[in-house]
């Protein structure tokens, strides 16, 4: 039983963390087109 809990919160949170780097990398603008998440990716790769 300890298994299925942990396996479910282990889930849940790996879909946090995938939701949470796809709303990073998605531009504010999505709604003039999704442009894609190099050039932001580049600048917070530059900046840090």
């Known amino acids: 039983?300890?298994?299925v809990v942990?396996?479910?919160v282990l889930a849940m949170m790996f879909a946090l963390m995938v939701g949470a780097v796809v709303?990073?990398?998605t531009p504010a603008?999505?709604?003039t087109g999704y442009s894609g998440?190099?050039?932001r990716?580049?600048?917070t790769l530059a900046g840090r």
Do not use: I, K
């Open 6 to 8: 942990r396996g479910s």
């Open 41 to 43: 990716a580049a600048e």
């Open 37 to 39: 998440p190099a050039p």
């Open 29 to 31: 603008d999505s709604a």
């Open 1 to 3: 039983m300890a298994n």
């Open 23 to 25: 709303a990073y990398f």
